[in-house]
């Protein structure tokens, strides 16, 4: 071989080292899920996992990038740090599991087997859950205080109105009534 193919060669397979390593997917940045705002915790070409934290329930729906369509399948695996988790579904409804093992130390995770159009799929995240705010005691019992309030409120008034009036003003008003009968 030439010295010219054997550059040539070693230049081709040089640029094709380089694209490889330049395309190389970068590892998935962690998703921190509030209360209630879906996320997409995880993706490839065809499809996106996307998670919504509910109180004690994750809500994971796994949509088509082409068109947005949920994908109803009955062959899924959820694994969290590599212990599968159990979760529920009904037809065309989101897949349901306890939030537990995602709350807590650090980010988790997830990775989502899934079967659909005739291949499957392995998509890989990693998540956290955000700790549910501590609720006061003020605003779990505002509404009972309010309440409380407004009786008081309307108590006071219907005292006010009810008060029987003096002898003096009775006698005022007898008068006042003598005379618009006299006229």
């Known amino acids: 071989m030439s010295p ?57 729906s796994i949509r088509r990038v082409s068109d947005k369509t949920l994908v109803n399948t009955d ?12 979760f ?17 130390d650090g980010v988790k995770d997830v990775d989502v087997t899934v079967a659909h159009d005739g291949i499957r799929e392995i998509l890989s995240g990693k998540a956290s859950v955000a700790e549910p705010p501590t609720q006061s005691l003020w ?8 309440w409380v309030l407004n009786i008081v409120i309307i108590l006071i008034a219907a005292m006010a109105f009810s008060r029987k ?13 003598k005379e618009e009968e006299e006229s």
């Open 4 to 60: 010219l193919a054997r550059f040539r060669q070693v230049a081709a397979c040089s640029a094709l080292a380089l694209v490889f390593c330049s395309a190389a997917a970068e590892p998935p940045k962690p998703v921190e899920l509030a209360a209630n705002v879906p996320a997409v915790i995880a993706h490839s070409a065809l499809l996106d996992v996307e998670a919504t934290a509910k109180g004690d329930v994750l809500q994971i």
């Open 75 to 86: 062959d899924l695996t959820i694994a969290i740090d590599g212990k599968n988790e159990p």
């Open 88 to 104: 529920t579904h009904e037809k065309g409804t989101v897949y349901e599991l306890a939030v537990n093992d995602l709350r807590g």
């Open 139 to 146: 605003r779990d019992h505002k509404q009972v205080a309010w």
């Open 165 to 177: 009036k003096s002898a003096k003003d009775e006698e005022e008003d007898e008068k006042e009534e």
